[in-house]
């Protein structure tokens, strides 16, 4: 089955401690994307890539860092420079980067900082 | 990124048709009408999208003004696996480097058995 896929499913971390989600897609997408939710919130960027090896900062990059080394991974780290990183995150691919292609979304995963 | 209003929450009957409206009276002539849907504890799922013409497909219908300030996703007949958050996202297009999506929150569509 083509998809996303997000592991854990549920994660718990220490203050100060980094922390990496796992985002992988076999679905041959060019462009993948993370954000984060809140409770009872829409949907924030952190980061997309367009391309392997090419990512760019989206409304709230900061304490996050991201890597792009293959077209189907795109692991998000939570770094100890985030300063409320309890939430939902959840990670989409689309085909292209462009206002016609649906995006498709993973299960997400859920943080919380202890 | 123009600006979307819908109402925070609806309630259904079963079996009946929802009309979900959403508000875009900033929208402009390239902008796209997208409609998201998420349900409890899952990431969203694209529903639907236009431009200008109503448009269906299997899940919903899109019905938009004849200005382009207002939209309305209709199911035709809502079921208990309808119970979502609905949002109304607009995509500027055909320029390279609209690549997010912007959610606003959404409308909480509840379905009564």
């Known amino acids: 089955d083509g998809g996303i896929t997000q592991s854990p499913k549920y994660l718990f971390r220490k203050e100060g401690q980094n922390v990496t989600l796992s985002c992988e897609q076999n679905?041959?997408?060019?462009?993948m994307y993370w954000y984060r939710q809140d409770p009872g919130q829409g949907l924030r960027l952190i980061y997309y890539?367009?391309?392997?090896?090419?990512?760019q900062k989206g409304d709230i990059a900061e304490g996050y860092s991201v890597s792009r080394e293959k077209k189907e991974s795109f692991p998000l780290t939570v770094t100890s420079a985030q300063k409320n990183p309890t939430a939902f995150y959840l990670c989409?691919?689309?085909?292209?980067?462009?206002?016609?292609?649906?995006?498709?979304f993973g299960p997400g995963t859920r943080l919380t900082v202890l | 990124d123009a600006k979307t209003t819908q109402p925070n929450s609806m309630e259904s009957n079963e079996e009946e048709p929802v009309h979900l409206p959403c508000n875009h009276s900033?929208?402009?002539?390239?902008?796209?009408i997208h409609w998201y849907r998420q349900l409890p504890s899952q990431g969203p799922e694209y529903v639907i999208h236009?431009?200008?013409s109503n448009v269906n497909n299997r899940m919903a219908s899109l019905a938009i003004a004849e200005d382009r300030k207002s939209s309305t996703l209709i199911l035709h007949r809502a079921t208990l696996r309808d119970a979502a958050v609905y949002y109304c996202?607009?995509?500027?297009?055909?320029?390279?480097?609209?690549?997010?999506?912007?959610f606003g929150t959404g409308t909480r569509l509840t379905i009564i058995p």
């Open positions: 996202i607009l995509r500027a297009g055909p320029n390279f480097g609209n690549e997010k999506l912007t």
């Open positions: 236009g431009l200008t």
């Open positions: 989409a691919s689309s085909l292209r980067a462009s206002s016609y292609n649906e995006q498709f």
């Open positions: 900033t929208i402009s002539g390239t902008d796209y």
């Open positions: 890539s367009q391309i392997v090896n090419d990512f």
């Open positions: 679905l041959n997408h060019d462009a």
